[in-house]
């Protein structure tokens, strides 16, 4: 791996897999859906994370799908990884060495990793000083994932990770505009950027100088995310409508997730079963698939007031 100096602002998809009928990823599937993203603007590709349904994939199966997204990829658009699972420090620093050299730009922490939920701040630094001694030459990104519990980093922590020079992407899931600004003003002058996975709160953490988007619902409409991130300040008025629309949108989340984002790919012309890992696809019933056609019928009218054609996939 090649440390990265900086991250690029602007929206990172937290990927999904595809998988074959009998669960096996589908990496036939996954070209397809890394050219759609790509397609659509993104700026990056955060593989090998929740999303990616990576607390159910072996550790030669992450390592191998960190591989094939950053080759698919190449020069194109920068991708990260997690796939940061183990529990005890040796495990984390062999899934760590193992991913990061495939050749990704930066290998993604998951922040309830390093202590316990009643664990305090200091053995988490502590921990994280052990990993950095440990893979010299590594780029890292945080995740505050809310499984299997959901560790928010504090100002302070974030001051500790943004003075080693390490970590230059924190993927921020508190939803909170106060703890985005306190945050912000935490890492301030420094190479760690936050880019927030809550919808609700992006425009306004946008304005506090958050750096982009890396959520849920990139993996249905991201385009709507990349015209947010990048022309919110020249045309405010429909960063607000459209801000309105992408937040109540995005409570689609609630139902079967990542289920119903591959149905909502399939819509497009993916070719990617609803198969998974982590959620039963025979769950996801006809009045879930109603759901999701309705939500993508009501996108259409906000695409038409930013000029934006509601995108059909052309595989590659």
């Given at each position: 791996?090649?440390?990265?100096?900086?991250?690029?602002?602007?929206?990172?998809?937290t990927?999904?897999?595809?998988?074959?009928?009998?669960?096996?990823?589908?990496?036939?599937?996954?070209?397809?859906?890394?050219?759609?993203?790509?397609?659509?603007?993104?700026?990056?590709?955060?593989?090998?994370?929740?999303?990616?349904?990576?607390?159910?994939?072996?550790?030669?199966?992450?390592?191998?799908?960190?591989?094939?997204?950053?080759?698919?990829?190449?020069?194109?658009?920068?991708?990260?990884?997690?796939?940061?699972?183990?529990?005890?420090?040796?495990?984390?620093?062999?899934?760590?060495?193992?991913?990061?050299?495939?050749?990704?730009?930066?290998?993604?922490?998951?922040?309830?990793?390093?202590?316990?939920?009643?664990?305090?701040?200091?053995?988490?630094?502590?921990?994280?000083?052990?990993?950095?001694?440990?893979?010299?030459?590594?780029?890292?990104?945080?995740?505050?994932?809310?499984?299997?519990?959901?560790?928010?980093?504090?100002?302070?922590?974030?001051?500790?990770?943004?003075?080693?020079?390490?970590?230059?992407?924190?993927?921020?899931?508190?939803?909170?505009?106060?703890?985005?600004?306190?945050?912000?003003?935490?890492?301030?002058?420094?190479s760690?950027?936050?880019?927030?996975?809550?919808?609700?709160?992006?425009?306004?953490?946008?304005?506090?100088?958050?750096?982009?988007?890396?959520?849920?619902?990139?993996?249905?409409h991201?385009?709507?995310?990349?015209?947010?991130t990048?022309n919110?300040?020249?045309?405010?008025?429909?960063?607000?409508?459209?801000?309105?629309?992408?937040?109540?949108?995005?409570?689609?989340?609630?139902?079967?997730?990542?289920?119903?984002?591959?149905?909502?790919?399939?819509?497009?012309?993916?070719?990617?079963?609803?198969?998974?890992?982590?959620?039963?696809?025979?769950?996801?019933?006809?009045?879930?698939?109603?759901?999701?056609?309705?939500?993508?019928?009501?996108?259409?009218?906000?695409?038409?007031?930013?000029?934006?054609?509601?995108p059909?996939?052309?595989?590659?």
């Amino acid at each position: 791996m090649t440390r990265l100096k900086e991250i690029a602002n602007g929206v990172w998809p937290t990927m999904i897999t595809p998988f074959t009928e009998d669960k096996q990823v589908d990496y036939n599937g996954l070209e397809q859906l890394i050219e759609w993203y790509i397609s659509q603007g993104v700026d990056g590709l955060f593989a090998v994370c929740q999303s990616s349904e990576m607390f159910f994939l072996s550790l030669e199966e992450r390592v191998k799908m960190a591989r094939f997204v950053k080759e698919k990829a190449g020069s194109r658009v920068p991708v990260i990884a997690s796939g940061h699972v183990s529990d005890d420090l040796e495990g984390q620093i062999e899934e760590i060495r193992q991913i990061a050299a495939t050749g990704i730009d930066a290998f993604v922490i998951v922040t309830n990793r390093f202590a316990k939920e009643e664990e305090s701040d200091e053995v988490w630094i502590s921990r994280a000083q052990t990993i950095l001694e440990n893979v010299p030459g590594v780029s890292f990104g945080l995740y505050e994932c809310p499984y299997p519990y959901k560790r928010l980093l504090s100002p302070q922590v974030l001051s500790w990770c943004a003075s080693t020079g390490r970590f230059l992407f924190l993927k921020d899931t508190s939803c909170s505009e106060t703890e985005i600004e306190a945050k912000l003003e935490a890492v301030k002058g420094s190479s760690l950027k936050l880019f927030n996975a809550n919808t609700a709160t992006l425009l306004a953490s946008l304005r506090l100088g958050a750096a982009g988007f890396s959520g849920v619902m990139a993996n249905m409409h991201p385009d709507l995310y990349v015209w947010l991130t990048r022309n919110w300040s020249a045309e405010p008025q429909k960063a607000e409508t459209l801000q309105a629309f992408l937040s109540t949108a995005s409570l689609i989340e609630l139902q079967i997730y990542p289920v119903n984002a591959k149905y909502y790919q399939q819509q497009l012309g993916l070719p990617i079963a609803l198969t998974g890992r982590s959620k039963d696809a025979s769950t996801f019933t006809a009045t879930r698939k109603l759901e999701v056609n309705q939500l993508a019928a009501t996108e259409q009218a906000i695409r038409e007031h930013v000029s934006l054609p509601r995108p059909v996939y052309a595989k590659a």
